[in-house]
């Protein structure tokens, strides 16, 4: 059964840092493309970032540009999202998904509330 | 970046049927997949390259691609299909997926 769970999210000041992680089961996480989508409170889905299944190509949304960073182990099956600098427009749930062209599978997602 | 619109809301009678459209430049020329996200859980794919069904999804859900519009249908609606709906292309100039805004589902 593929499985995508993330974990890290939490309260943060702006400007401060916080590292998300997904770890990934049930399939042969190597082989696909991750992405992270996020979802402000009471809006949309928003595509933040991207990776190609060996981490050597990355794509950003350009409002977290420079600021996020997407990154993968691919020995650990897990995908993460170094965010820094962050704003309280950043505020959203975060989900993991897999896919290139469609989203296969998505994880549950993980709150980021930026907040003095 | 390749810009997807769809109504906000969309309401229709249990037992009807609804459609939720999906407006984009020459989208029949692209494939377009569907998510339902119910209040609190993540979102659940639905349609996938235009029309398929993935297993477990009722055949009540289908899906349409021409011209400019993408329509997700949705046939004798039940409650449980109450739900805020997105469409999703490939934007394939940089390599990453588009949503449509969401169109909220209401069962009068």
């Known amino acids: 059964e593929v499985q995508l769970v993330e ?8 400007g401060g840092s916080l ?9 042969t996480f190597s082989s696909y493309w991750m992405h992270w989508v996020r979802q402000a409170p009471g809006k949309g889905l928003v595509w933040v970032s991207r990776i190609n299944s060996d981490g050597t190509s990355t794509t950003y949304a350009d409002s ?7 990154s993968r182990d691919n020995a650990k099956n897990t995908l993460y999202l170094q ?21 296969d ?3 549950q997602g993980t709150l980021v509330t930026v907040s003095s | 970046s390749y810009v997807l619109t769809q109504p906000p809301s969309v309401s229709v009678a249990p037992g009807k049927t609804a459609r939720i459209t999906c407006g984009g430049n020459n989208i029949g020329t692209k494939s377009v997949h569907w ?18 069904r993935p297993s ?3 055949e009540r859900f289908s899906g349409s691609n021409s011209g400019n519009t993408a329509t997700l ?15 999703q292309v490939w934007d394939t100039s940089n390599d990453h997926p588009v949503f449509g805004g969401g169109t909220k589902l209401t069962v009068l």
Not at chain 1, 64 to 70: A, N
Not at chain 1, 83 to 103: K, Q
Not at chain 2, 42 to 48: E, H, K, N, T
Not at chain 2, 75 to 86: L, N, T, W
């Open chain 1, 7 to 14: 974990s890290g999210g939490g309260l943060v000041q702006p």
């Open chain 1, 19 to 27: 590292r998300l992680s997904c770890a990934a089961s049930g399939f």
């Open chain 1, 64 to 70: 977290v540009k420079g600021r996020l960073t997407i």
């Open chain 1, 83 to 103: 965010m820094n600098s962050l704003r309280p427009e950043d505020t959203a749930v975060y989900y993991c998904t897999r896919g290139t062209g469609d989203l």
């Open chain 1, 105 to 107: 599978y998505w994880g």
């Open chain 2, 35 to 52: 998510y339902q996200q119910k209040p609190g859980q993540a979102p659940v794919r639905v349609i996938y390259y235009d029309s398929d």
């Open chain 2, 56 to 58: 477990g999804i009722p």
């Open chain 2, 73 to 87: 249908t949705i046939s004798r609606v039940e409650g449980g299909d109450e739900a805020d709906y997105y469409c």
